[in-house]
């Protein structure tokens, strides 16, 4: 018993050394103009660094409408507590399906969208749907998932062009 114990621990410790392991986290967020008005964007800027990772080959696009006085489409201060708690279930719901890297999340123009890229995208819409039905009532949702083995999602959307990172002063490494 003890050789069998020693032995499923040795190929436990084998298996999850040779794991590439995820990516640190780096959030930063930034404004943008786009044709209806501003964009604000979160993303994890570490992930530049190794995307496009191959074992997460799948992008899941997913969020809600929200609803502003804002003649720009951004969200209310008020509202905001809301979409993160939101957020935090949509990536919870993700997380109970497949293995997943939370690269970032649009806001604009009256919608907050979260990009998320998966190992497996197995049930995630149903999964999606059913915390959007139990979560946010009379919204107006959207979940797409396809696939990105390229993170284009990521490098050509996401991701700040040149100007930008000069507008904020950023400069990466």
Known sequence: MRRILSLLLLVCANYLGAAEPLPSEQWWSYL???????GF???????RK???LADYPHIVVTGT?????Q???????ADLGRLNALEEKVIAAIAKKTQYIHAGTFTYNFEQLQYVYVKNPSGI?????????ENCLGC?????IKDDEAWAAYSKFLFPNEGTLKHYGVRLQ
């Open 140 to 144: 107006k949702t959207s979940i797409n």
């Open 71 to 77: 003649k720009k489409g951004l969200p209310e201060a």
């Open 125 to 133: 819409s149903q999964a999606l749907a059913d915390v959007y039905r």
């Open 32 to 38: 943008a103009s786009y044709d209806a008005g501003p």
């Open 65 to 69: 409408t929200y609803s502003s006085s």
């Open 50 to 52: 190794q995307a496009p």
């Open 41 to 47: 964007i979160l993303l994890n800027l570490a992930l």
